[in-house]
């Protein structure tokens, strides 16, 4: 055992520890009167300070910005309306009620309200804004506004708030390019934490409302407030309230479109007889798109907000498929307005002259296939194979050894199978099928039968390529001025709400054809044919006056055994599309467009006069100055007079396996 | 001789020391109230787990005092060893929370080897002065041993980064240095050296919200000062009497962080009012007095040692953590022990009391 208290060191420590032990009992009374002051002396001030204290945040929503079209009209603004909210912690039963009534709310909608409100009263208490206003209904009547606004001050926990909502003045034109907005969701408000979004806010969804809503939206602004349970502000709001407490709102920028609401106007008449359809009419000297028509189409102001369940299940029932922008996000076979590239790729890889001749005896054969023609046509030339849109001559250029190949080749060229490069509503690139393609689908499944010459006939009449509508308006476009394919444009410049110009658009030029300037000229010349040429399968459809038209007729079967999403296929969707593209005026090209009827039929019969009343509109009303034009007139016939010499059609090849 | 593990016991149980023990009692189950309150938004499983850690901690608590701490002493640098060790590797393996390397992640608890390094610096110091007599006090050339003892695990603690912990371990040393006759003069140099070296720490050394936080106390309008605003606001809230248990609505509404880790004092001080918080100074310093008492009866020098510095980290944990929660010393992640919810802090509280412990039952000779 160890001797113990024989340490000299010892009794130090314990004096020592004595001092510590002081020491300790004086930082304790220290901190203690610390606490005195803060408890006692001031406790009933800080009591004050905190007690029952809401912090109030208050949004200043920002003015989003106008669309307006190229001659300034506004196509979207905002406009003061009044909403309702509740606040969920603070809603009495009475008050509940008066709003039932004044907003006259459906009895399973007050229910569904009434359970939002016990859901959100059983949430925990979140951090610093305490309570989340739950929105009732918007825009309301201004009679429910004057009911609720004299009720005032004796409605605890019902809000009537001011705001300012979208409105698209002219109701459904043109509504797939503007777009409408409604009410983020959880899951975007997640994904766009950084951007500052918030619940209940409206976010842009289709069309130019969404592609452009960073510039539209402008930023929300807010004001935060401390109140004591009975609504009374405080003052030290500094105290409580971490970080900024206000912000103003910026307003967001406005846009301005390339787009004429009066062309517009015209197109959507022209195709007043279509059940579904499109039209896009774009500037053949910039690229610029005056007028998109999708029918049918929706009224923006319904979908903006809240869309009641009703109009919902209708819109989305509909088997014309409103919401469907059919000018960028639907792919059609493009039928005979296909033939321009069938031609261009002919001429230009030297497999005819203008001046070659093929019989048409009313079908094609090979093997043990017949291709169907439209009727008999006789001996025919390009021209006259354009013209009165003859199948058999594209058919013998269809057969050409590597044809498919070279037809995709020259779509491409010219636009096809690529987005135009708009960026807008998800546009579509549509499809150029290859010989390559054909085989990869034979490898990949042996029933497949590969590529066979018939995909290339098909091709060469464009029942093989699918398209959309504003690739087509584009590539009359370059035909039209000489070979440049433009990058289609829908915005011409932003502006800042003082009117400074944030991004102004010129024109692009997406690619020069690699065409001659001469076999364009060519093409043209059989355009203007078709509707100017009494044989020509848009002639009964030609203006009546002076306004010389050039564009191509096309009549897209249907595949006929797909039904959409499975439906059983109606009558109705076996009837082929109506397409007609063209440009006029046909001396002095100002405009291109491109038209199609869903199911519509024959294409000189039905799309053709729609284009034409278009094209007639536009100069008539819209812009009569660009009327003036050069007559292009009739190609004097040499060759289709005259007995032919007999030059032997070029005799269809069977193609090398 | 019988056995020495039977002896152990017996002492244990014949000279048991109720006050230490009822005191520590009594404070973790003021801790385990305050907890409950504290935890209200965040569901009990936190408080489930507090209880298994707690229970733990007694066990370690009884453990350590059963063992003669002589033995504890014979092996005190071999514990110190593993436990510098168990720095390295935390510094090369530890789990990233928050920015800094402080944890293992074992599974249900994340253990802090700093915590665990308060006690055995504690030992390691209790062991070389037992050794070491200085008749004359003790200047320079005998504190360069403790000196380096403290300073490798310090600078380890530092780079994790985690200065509340090496500040806390720094002031448990020279609480230790004092006790053992350091010579004035040369505490004198310490503090002078320690003055110099503050502006070069100041600058380079703290890491960007660290500095925030001390500006935030020199400034309490600036933005950085909101987490001490919010928690003076709930302690003044508390008034004379407080608000009553589960009523701390102020310091709950704001969510400040780490409120059951670093700001348990803030909703106990509004529960509970100014009364409560004499209720829990006075705890401590009961506990704190004790153990300094133990300290002076102590029969050797390790024994009175290691009691010196058990109090010491007993009362700069209290005195800087109720410091920060009061608004006057920078916001730190320091814990108040018995009552913050955390395992590393429970086990290493719970330890250090078990060593005071055994001191306790083998200062009278027989």
Redesign the interface.
């Known amino acids: 055992?160890?001797i113990?208290?024989q340490?000299?060191?010892?009794p130090?420590?314990?004096r020592?520890?004595?001092l510590?032990?002081l020491f300790?009992?004086l930082?304790?009374v220290l901190?203690?009167c610390?606490?005195?002051y803060?408890?006692?002396i001031?406790?009933?001030?800080?009591?004050k300070?905190?007690?029952d204290s809401i912090i109030r945040t208050v949004t200043k929503p920002a003015v989003r910005g106008e669309i307006r079209d190229r001659k300034n009209r506004v196509l979207a603004r905002m406009r003061p309306s009044a909403n309702v909210y509740v606040l969920p912690r603070e809603l009495v039963a009475e008050s509940f009620e008066r709003v039932r009534t004044a907003l006259d709310l459906a009895p399973d909608e007050a229910a569904d309200l009434w359970e939002r409100v016990q859901a959100e009263r059983r949430a925990?208490?979140n951090?610093?804004e305490?309570e989340r206003p739950l929105s009732v209904r918007e825009d309301i009547s201004r009679n429910a506004q004057a009911i609720l606004e004299e009720a005032g001050a004796d409605l605890p926990g019902v809000r009537l708030e001011h705001a300012i909502r979208r409105d698209y003045p002219f109701g459904a034109a043109a509504a797939h390019v503007l777009g409408y907005m409604n009410e983020i969701s959880g899951e975007e408000l997640r994904a766009k934490k950084q951007e500052n979004y918030r619940a209940g806010d409206l976010v842009g969804r289709v069309g130019i409302e969404r592609q452009l809503e960073g510039y539209l939206r402008g930023r929300t602004g807010f004001q935060k407030v401390v109140v004591d349970r009975r609504g009374i502000p405080k003052t030290n709001i500094?105290?409580?309230v971490?970080?900024a407490i206000k912000q103003d709102p910026i307003p967001g920028n406005n846009v301005f479109l390339t787009m004429d609401m009066d062309l517009q106007r015209i197109s959507e008449r022209a195709l007043r007889n279509a059940n579904a359809g499109a039209a896009v009419v774009v500037d053949v000297s910039t690229g610029r798109i005056l007028a998109a028509v999708s029918k049918p189409g929706f009224d923006p102001n319904e979908m903006s907000g809240h869309l009641s369940s009703e109009a919902q299940a209708r819109i989305l029932a509909d088997r014309f498929h409103p919401l469907r922008d059919k000018v960028l996000t639907e792919t059609y076979f493009p039928g005979s307005t296909f033939k321009v590239v069938t031609a261009l790729a002919a001429l230009e890889d030297k497999l005819i002259s203008p001046d070659e001749h093929a019989k048409c005896h009313g079908y094609f054969e090979i093997g043990r296939r017949r291709f169907k023609c439209t009727k008999t046509h006789g001996v025919v030339a390009l021209y006259d194979a354009i013209v009165q849109s003859c199948n058999v001559y594209f058919y013998e250029l269809g057969a050409r050894p590597g044809m498919l190949d070279r037809l995709a080749r020259f779509g491409t060229d010219m636009g096809l199978g690529a987005p135009t490069g708009l960026g807008l509503n998800g546009e579509e690139a549509g499809f150029i099928a290859t010989e390559e393609w054909y085989r990869e689908q034979k490898r990949l499944n042996p029933k497949n039968e590969g590529f066979q010459v018939g995909h290339a006939l098909n091709a060469a009449i464009g029942q093989e390529t699918r398209v959309t509508l504003l690739q087509m308006a584009m590539l009359y476009a370059a035909i039209a001025n000489g070979g440049k394919l433009w990058l289609p444009q829908l915005v011409e410049r932003i502006e800042a709400p003082s009117g400074q110009i944030l991004e102004d658009f010129p024109p692009r030029v997406r690619r020069e054809l690699s065409v001659t300037a001469d076999n364009l000229a060519l093409v043209r010349q059989a355009l203007v044919g078709v509707v100017n040429e009494s044989k020509g399968t848009a002639y009964k459809a030609r203006p009546d006056d002076d306004l010389e038209v050039a564009g191509k007729t096309g009549t897209a079967q249907v595949l006929r055994h797909m039904g959409r999403r499975g439906e059983p296929i109606t009558s109705y969707e076996q009837n082929d599309h109506a397409w007609f593209a063209g440009f006029a005026p046909a001396g002095n090209p100002r405009i291109a467009f491109a038209v199609l009827v869903e199911h519509g039929g024959h294409g000189g019969e039905v799309a053709a006069p729609v284009a034409m009343e278009i094209a007639h509109g536009y100069f008539e009303s819209v812009a009569p100055a660009d009327r003036a034009a050069p007559r292009v007139g009739l190609p004097r016939r040499r060759s289709l007079r005259a007995p032919v010499p007999a030059p032997e059609p070029a005799a269809p090849l069977e193609p090398t396996p | 001789m019988m056995g020495s593990r039977a002896i152990a016991w017996r002492k244990l149980r014949f000279r048991f020391d109720w006050t230490l023990t009822l005191a520590m009692l009594a404070m973790v189950a003021l801790g385990l109230v305050n907890l409950w309150s504290a935890l209200q938004?965040r569901g009990p499983h936190l408080f489930s787990k507090q209880i298994s850690l707690l229970a733990l901690g007694l066990g370690v608590f009884l453990a350590v005092a059963a063992l003669d701490y002589r033995a504890i002493s014979r092996i005190g640098y071999v514990l110190y060893g593993i436990g510098t060790f168990l720095l390295v590797a935390v510094l090369l393996f530890g789990r990233v929370v928050g920015g800094a390397r402080r944890w293992f992640d074992l599974g249900p608890i994340h253990l802090q080897p700093s915590e665990l390094m308060k006690v055995l610096i504690i030992v390691a110091l209790g062991k070389y002065l037992n050794e070491s007599?200085?008749?004359e006090g003790r200047s320079f050339r005998h504190v360069a041993i403790p000196v380096g003892i403290v300073s490798l695990p310090v600078l380890m603690i530092a780079r994790q980064p985690d200065l509340g912990t090496a500040f806390m371990i720094f002031l448990i040393f020279i609480?230790v240095m004092?006790?053992?006759?350091l010579r004035l003069k040369t505490l004198g140099a310490i503090m002078g050296l320690a003055l110099v070296s503050a502006s070069p720490i100041w600058r380079y050394g703290l890491h960007e919200y660290q500095r925030k936080r001390v500006e935030a106390l020199l400034n309490p309008?600036s933005?950085d000062a909101?987490q001490s605003?919010q928690a003076?606001?709930?302690?003044?809230?508390?008034?004379?009497m407080g608000k009553g248990f589960l009523q701390a609505t102020?310091i709950?509404?704001?969510?400040l962080p780490a409120l059951w880790t670093d700001f348990p004092f803030a909703v106990w001080?509004e529960e509970w009012?100014?009364v409560g918080?004499?209720i829990v100074?006075a705890g401590?310093?009961v506990l704190?007095?004790w153990i300094?008492k133990i300290?002076?009866?102590?029969?050797?020098?390790f024994g009175?040692?290691v009691?010196?510095g058990v109090?010491?980290m007993l009362?700069w944990h209290v005195?800087v953590n109720?410091?920060m929660v009061?608004g006057?010393l920078p916001v730190v992640g320091v814990t108040l022990p018995l009552i913050s919810y955390g395992g590393s802090s429970v086990l290493t509280i719970m330890a250090a009391l078990g060593l005071v412990m055994n001191v306790s039952i083998r200062r009278f000779?027989y």
Not at chain 1, 42 to 47: K, V
Not at chain 2, 252 to 255: C, K
């Open positions: 055992m160890e113990t208290g340490d000299a060191e010892l130090e420590i314990r020592r520890s004595r510590f032990a300790a009992v930082i304790f901190i203690a610390r606490l005195f803060l408890q006692v001031e406790g009933d001030a800080f009591y300070l905190t007690s925990p208490v951090e610093k305490r500094r105290e409580l971490e970080g | 938004d007599s200085a008749q609480t004092l006790m053992a006759r309008a933005a909101w605003r003076l606001n709930a302690i003044g809230s508390g008034r004379f102020q709950r509404i704001r969510r001080a009012g100014f918080c004499l100074l401590y310093l704190i007095l300094l300290a002076g009866e102590a029969r050797d020098r009175a040692t009691c010196v109090a010491a009362f005195a109720v410091g009061i006057v000779a």
